[in-house]
Structure formats: C-alpha cells, structure tokens
T-cell receptor, first 109, second 112 residues
Framework: GQSLEQPSEVTAVEGAIVQINCTYQTSGFYGLSWYQQHDGGAPTFLSYNALDGLEETGRFSSFLSRSDSYGYLLLQELQMKDSASYFCAVYNQGGKLIFGQGTELSVKP | DVKVTQSSRYLVKRTGEKVFLECVQDMDHENMFWYRQDPGLGLRLIYFSYDVKMKEKGDIPEGYSVSREKKERFSLILESASTNQTSMYLC???????????FGPGTRLLVL
C-alpha cells in the first residue's frame, strides 16, 4: 500500500527554525511535494523534489532522500504568518498526488 | 496567476439529493482533480481527469461521479447525497504532470 507519515503538530517561536519530517511508503515514486494551507484557505504549492538533496526557495527549503524514503521541509526565520498546516505529498507513476495527514505549525511570539 | 474557481463556498443539502459541484480553471491546464478534506485524514483523491471526456478513479470514488465536457470545467456529482459526504471539497488543476497542483478555495458541503 501507500502511506505517508508526518507529525500532527509542531510549535515554534518567531524567528526560529523548524523542520517538518515526512516518511513515505509507495510504489512507483517520482517525487515529493509540499503544500501549505492556512486555516480556511486553499492549499498552495511550496516545493517539489524529484532528486536527492536540498532545494531552497527563500526562507523555505525542502530535502529528499530517496534511499531512506524520507523528506523534510525546513522553515527558517519563522514569522507569525507561517502558522498553517503543511502537507507532504508523494507524486507517483499513476500521475496522482498522495497526501499526508498534515502538520499543523503554530508560531508563537 | 492561475485561477481555479468553485461554484459555491458553502452548500447545505438534504440526504438523497443530487449535488453538483462545479470547478473552472482559466489556465488551459490538461489535468483536473477532485479531493475531499476531512480533519485528521488530509486530502483524499476522489476522481481526476487528464483530458476532456476522460476520467480516472482516485482513492475514494464510491458515491461520486464526474463530468468533463470542456477542458476548463470539471464537475463532481454526488448522485444521492449522504451524511458521510459532509466534507470540504477541493478542486485542483495542473499542467503536464501533476506534482504542482493549483487549488480552488473549496466548497464546504453539509448534508443533513
């Protein structure tokens, strides 16, 4: 079967760095995506990793290790507006995204 | 910017009613998707479509059908709504491949 695991909740303070981990089990793996969803809003695309290594986009970075079936999203210089749910999603050969259950990030002042 | 719109933000229907949820995208994307989102379960794929008049079942298609008569429009149909279909329904579209999807604002459906 296919499954993804990520922590349900993470709390951090403004200005800090936080890492949200994601482990997955799937067949026909192509890559790992990350989405952000603010309360009441639509999910928005953050990043996609098809190859091993770190991809950086501003304050956000995403990492993938295909051999470990593991990835993470790294958020630096946390701001209050980063409080949201973050979903990892596996993109597989079926052309589908399989989403994790989401991690609710709370940023405290 | 890609824009994905959904016909309603909130909808209240009665058990047994036929429900239509409409989704329109304005960026000429080939691929369109319907998900439902429930607390603690993440987003689950109901149906998706790679082209006009084509459809593929997702992970939870039971109780749903879809229609894609035009490239920009993808409709989700609940043939006979049931209370366990109360949920947030999200539509998405993507160009070429599906790893980067653009979501609409969602329709929160309550079935009484």
């Amino acid at each position: 079967g296919q499954s993804l695991e990520q922590p349900s909740e993470v709390t951090a303070v403004e200005g800090a760095i936080v890492q949200i981990n994601c482990t997955y089990q799937t067949s026909g793996f192509y890559g790992l995506s990350w989405y952000q969803q603010h309360d009441g809003g639509a999910p928005t695309f953050l990043s996609y990793n098809a190859l091993d290594g770190l991809e950086e986009t501003g304050r956000f970075s995403s990492f993938l290790s295909r051999s470990d079936s593991y990835g993470y999203l790294l958020l630096q210089e946390l701001q209050m507006k980063d409080s949201a749910s973050y979903f990892c999603a596996v993109y597989n050969q079926g052309g589908k995204l399989i989403f994790g259950q989401g991690t609710e990030l709370s940023v405290k002042p | 910017d890609v824009k994905v719109t959904q016909s309603s933000r909130y909808l209240v229907k009665r058990t047994g009613e036929k429900v239509f949820l409409e989704c329109v995208q304005d960026m000429d994307h080939e691929n369109m998707f319907w998900y439902r989102q429930d607390p603690g379960l993440g987003l689950r794929l109901i149906y998706f479509s790679y082209d006009v008049k084509m459809k593929e079942k997702g992970d939870i298609p039971e109780g749903y059908s879809v229609s894609r008569e035009k490239k920009e429009r993808f409709s989700l149909i609940l043939e006979s709504a049931s209370t366990n279909q109360t949920s947030m329904y999200l539509c998405a579209s993507s160009r070429d491949r599906g790893e980067t999807q653009y979501f609409g604002p969602g329709t929160r459906l309550l079935v009484l």
